[in-house]
């Protein structure tokens, strides 16, 4: 498939890389414009373009952004076709800003995809960059780690739910976007590395009413001031704190 990944930072390129791998055709695009992403393209056998060119040529536009970005592409997304495919694997921190009228949607990505006027798939918004890289297994291998995906329409999601898989993921379908505050950071199935079972068990006991303090707990146990999240203990100690 053409696939457009917008936004190339440590989880966007991964994704890029490992969707290229799977033979599919990628193009970059960022903010910065196509020159900043030529390195990384040719590495990939990708291409870059600028947004609005790399919305244009695909079936498949993945949003890799941050969540307060995504609307300012709202214009862009809307004068895609209406085929294609849109997702988010962003998430909303209220400690980096608070965006009004998130918090009273039914989900974060629900609340996105009013802003932005189209329909939006939620998915790779519940794995570390690292995790992406590395722990990619074929089906049947063992300790494969599964994603959920979430979203209203159903062809769509079957489209991601191929891609996820193609990635070196089990796919477990999470619902309806509405649904979708089940995978936000905060709770039992963000950024644990379960496997289908697990995670379909996390899915299920996810209790809204302990997002918020689940969410901060996470941050402070992970976060070193001047240094980001630790992304190689982080897995562990999520886990811990969303039992």
């Known amino acids: 498939?053409?696939?457009?990944?917008?936004?190339?930072?440590?989880?966007?390129?991964?994704l890029a890389r490992r969707l290229a791998g799977a033979n599919h055709d990628v193009i970059l695009a960022n903010s910065r414009g196509p020159e900043s992403l030529k390195d990384l393209a040719e590495e990939l056998g990708a291409r870059a373009a600028t947004v609005a060119d790399a919305v244009a040529a695909a079936e498949v536009v993945v949003l890799s952004?941050?969540?307060?970005?995504?609307p300012e592409l709202g214009q862009i997304l809307r004068d895609a076709p209406a085929s294609t495919v849109i997702v988010e694997m962003s998430n909303y921190y209220p400690e980096a800003g608070v965006i009004e009228g998130v918090a009273e949607a039914a989900s974060d990505t629900a609340w996105l995809s009013e802003q932005v006027g189209r329909p939006i798939i939620k998915a790779w918004s519940s794995i570390f960059s690292r995790s992406l890289a590395l722990k990619g297994r074929t089906a049947g291998e063992p300790e494969r780690v599964a994603l959920p995906v979430a979203g209203d329409d159903l062809e769509a999601k079957k489209v991601v739910m191929r891609l996820v898989e193609d990635t070196g993921f089990e796919a477990v379908d999470a619902g309806s976007l509405?649904?979708?505050w089940?995978?936000?950071?905060?709770?039992?199935?963000?950024?644990?590395?379960?496997?289908?079972?697990?995670?379909?068990?996390?899915l299920a006991r996810a209790d809204r009413t302990r997002l918020d303090h689940d969410r901060v707990a996470m941050i402070q146990a992970v976060y070193t001031p001047e240094t980001g999240v630790d992304m190689v203990n982080g897995v562990d100690i999520y886990r811990e704190i969303t039992k």
């Open 178 to 180: 509405a649904d979708s």
């Open 65 to 70: 952004i941050p969540f307060v970005a995504i």
């Open 182 to 202: 089940r995978v936000q950071p905060g709770s039992p199935a963000y950024c644990t590395d379960l496997d289908a079972t697990a995670l379909r068990a996390a």
């Open 1 to 14: 498939m053409n696939i457009a990944v917008i936004g190339a930072g440590n989880i966007g390129s991964q």
